[in-house]
């Protein structure tokens, strides 16, 4: 019976071990062999090109970095809308392998033609299955007055739909 009893209490306190290590910042990091998000990143996640006049333009560039231990292949780099003020400059072609401990460099243009707000998203696809799609949201002003009151996520038929996620709160690891 003390077996019993003491073995019971093994699991009790390993349980208890393991919920005390997955919720203390920095021991619940991966195993080597698990994919995660930080593994492949792109950096910024968010390219905001300001107040750029019309019949201007300016380029800015943003990173994918991979660190996940072995080389992966680039499947695409797509643009949306593809047929807006925003451009991407030489994107590397489908299939295009980055070693691990390497990044890529992308640029992407913005060109307005008229008075607008901009808003678009370059996804980068990959052949990582923790990791299939990475995305960097674009945004750009040209307005001749009034770009300093509009933000990233603002468009320009003022209908409040844009896509941001208000809610930070990540209770699903339950560790409070």
Not at 62 to 79: E, R
Not at 109 to 132: C, L, Q
């Amino acid at each position: 019976m003390r077996v019993r009893h003491w073995a019971l209490g093994l699991v009790v306190v390993l349980m208890a071990g393991a919920w005390i290590v997955s919720c203390t910042p920095g021991f619940n990091q991966p195993d080597d062999d698990d994919d995660t998000a930080a593994d492949i990143l792109v950096e910024p996640a968010m390219l905001d090109f300001g107040e750029v006049p019309p019949n201007n333009g300016t380029t800015l560039s943003f990173k994918v970095i991979n660190n996940s231990g072995s080389p992966i292949k680039l499947q695409g780099v797509t643009l949306e809308p593809s047929d807006g003020s925003f451009n991407l400059i030489a994107p590397p072609d489908a299939g295009y392998e980055l070693a691990n401990a390497d990044e890529k460099i992308i640029n992407v243009d913005y060109f307005p033609a008229v008075e607008e707000i901009s808003n678009g998203a370059v996804t980068v696809t990959t052949d990582h299955a923790g990791v299939p799609e990475l995305v960097v949201d674009l945004f750009g002003c040209s307005l001749l007055e009034g770009c300093e009151d509009i933000t990233p996520g603002d468009d320009d038929d003022d209908d409040d739909d844009d896509a941001t996620d208000d809610d930070d709160d990540d209770t699903s690891t339950g560790c409070g």
